[in-house]
């Protein structure tokens, strides 16, 4: 059995954790928008203006804070006027990135505008820099945001929306470093300078522009966008405030080097699952590397770093067209969120946001549909367990022992994480135990509050492989906990090998 025992001073205030960290992706990419969330007025389905109901209501049930759209590689070759106006009139496209598929444009601004506002969620649109204009991606702005007689206004209303609409996010571009453009980092820094001053704030929407920043642990690109508004030292000048606020990173974790056969989303065996934890904790490195970059530029942390694209990425399903990248959801998965969220949680001084890819049927996604059935996914569950971080203070947990660790010949990684956030008079503490056969006990001393358990749940599951189908939905789901107790002033958490466990708090 492997241990973590720590101090936890619940009277001293770390960062809030936004709850933008849990934020989500939607692109036109396989089955995540038709079928996913758009089922039209017509179908069967249960649904509210094309929007299936029970996906709706299931990311309600997490609190789903944002939602990046139309892409993703889609982005770069969407052009937005295809897609508003009558249904009927839409010019159709194919879509290269994929599948090679025909798309009709039937989802567009106004799909995508009334899917947020059935959410209740901030939409993140992503404009097209690599193969748009500044115009374009100006109009569409000032479509969305811009009441009074202006050109676009009109259209707006000429199409059926009379008041513009709140969009607080907003992408300049998507991986202009590959599918966005094949750019250099200069490149894109000037052209991400040019679009960002056109990207206008109309009638006190406010915009918070998200460069396109690296893949990886690319941190030249990071620096090239740094200088374009600092010098070392800081602070960011003026050009900040009519340029972009926040830059973005891109990470996906997989069990192989080869692109082609990244492995099985079910069948794994330990090495393989071992592989996968080493790679997944490359994120806290990654992170950390960006973060002191943009410190030496930006000692203050004016602009934000955003994850917005993060997750598993394993072969598609087999008999599933491979360019939809339709993958299963195991409990691996779910517990490389956990870990993701720890990572997230401890950087949220700087870490403004993230978004899973993605939210419906492809990639690690929350929910599977298949016609009108659906499923909820082991990741879906830590996002459901974890959502009293959202906007809590973070608490710093002081690592006082520990040896909660695993090596092979995949590596070493730590087998023990965990996050302690309060808000509202409750305190979450959250823990993953990625040892893929040990129990594990946690004991955190809690200073500088008066506290109680008041509920403790687990995720986990007989094996690692374990997930949820539409004929067994709940393999892998959270459960009433007992391994959670008080002795004296510490907090003692006793785990099962494989899982995630929550423990919420009442404070006085």
Same mark, same amino acid.
């Given at each position: ?18 709850? $933008? ?33 029970? %996906? ?5 049930? *997490?609190? *789903?804070?944002? /939602? ?28 290269? !990135? ?11 601004? !106004? ?29 569409? *702005? ?15 209303? @000429? ?27 200069? +490149? ?17 929407? @406010? ?21 374009? *508004? ?10 900040? $405030?009519?340029?972009?606020?926040? &830059? ?68 598609? #399903? ?12 195991? /409990? ?34 929350? %929910? ?13 569950? %830590? ?26 010949? +995949? ?19 959250? /823990?993953?135990? &990625? ?8 004991? &955190? ?6 506290? #109680? ?37 510490? &907090? %003692? ?16």
């Amino acid at each position: 059995m492997t241990r973590l025992d720590g101090v936890v001073d619940l009277d001293v205030s770390g960062a809030t954790i936004s709850r $933008h960290l849990y934020g989500h992706f939607a692109e036109h990419l396989g089955r995540c928008i038709y079928e996913g969330f758009w089922v039209g007025e017509d179908s069967d389905i249960q649904n509210t203006s094309g929007v299936r109901d029970d %996906v709706v209501q299931a990311l309600k049930d *997490i609190s *789903i804070p944002n /939602l990046r759209w139309p892409g993703g590689c889609f982005a770069d070759e969407y052009h937005w006027m295809n897609g508003v106006g009558p249904r009927e009139e839409r010019p159709s496209m194919v879509n290269t !990135h994929w599948g090679d598929v025909v798309e009709d444009n039937s989802f567009g601004t !106004h799909e995508f505008m009334r899917l947020c506002e059935l959410l209740g969620a901030d939409p993140y649109v992503s404009g097209n820099v690599g193969s748009g204009t500044v115009a374009e991606m100006s109009d569409w *702005i000032e479509y969305l945001t811009r009441s009074g007689d202006a050109p676009m206004s009109r259209l707006r209303r @000429e199409h059926g929306r009379s008041d513009p609409w709140t969009v607080p996010f907003w992408g300049i571009g998507n991986e202009n470093w590959g599918c966005g453009g094949n750019m250099t980092a200069e +490149q894109y820094t000037q052209l991400a300078a040019q679009f960002a001053t056109y990207c206008r704030n109309h009638d006190g929407n @406010e915009l918070y522009r998200i460069a396109a920043g690296p893949s990886k642990d690319d941190y030249h690109w990071t620096e090239t966008l740094m200088k374009s *508004i600092s010098s070392l030292g800081g602070p960011v000048t003026a050009r900040k $405030h009519n340029g972009w606020q926040a &830059l973005s990173f891109h990470y996906y974790t997989h069990a192989s080097d080869d692109w082609q056969h990244k492995g099985s989303a079910t069948e794994f065996t330990a090495a393989e699952y071992h592989e996968t934890m080493v790679r997944a904790w490359r994120i806290d490195e990654i992170v950390r590397g960006h973060v002191r970059v943009m410190d030496a530029y930006d000692p203050e942390a004016a602009v934000g770093l955003v994850c917005d694209e993060w997750g598993t990425w394993w072969d598609v #399903e087999p008999g599933t067209n491979p360019g939809f990248l339709f993958q299963q959801n195991t /409990l691996r998965d779910a517990l490389v969120a956990g870990l993701h969220f720890d990572v997230f949680h401890e950087n949220a001084r700087r870490l403004v946001m993230a978004n899973i890819a993605q939210t419906v049927n492809v990639l690690q996604a929350m %929910v599977l549909t298949d016609g009108a059935r659906m499923v909820l996914t082991p990741t879906y569950h %830590v996002f459901a367990m974890n959502a009293g971080h959202q906007d809590a203070t973070s608490h710093a947990v002081q690592v006082t022992s520990a040896d909660a660790a695993y090596e092979g010949e +995949q590596g070493s990684y730590r087998t023990l994480t965990t996050t302690v956030s309060s808000k509202d008079g409750s305190a979450l503490v959250s /823990l993953t135990n &990625l040892d893929v056969e040990g129990p594990a006990t946690v004991r &955190l001393d809690l200073r500088g509050r008066n506290w #109680e358990i008041s509920r403790a749940r687990v995720l986990a599951g007989a094996t690692v492989q374990a997930h949820n189908t539409v004929d067994a939905p709940d393999a892998v789901a959270p459960a009433s906990f007992d391994g959670a107790r008080r002795d004296g002033d510490t &907090l %003692v958490v006793d785990l099962p090998p494989h899982s995630f466990a929550t423990v919420e708090l009442t404070l006085s």
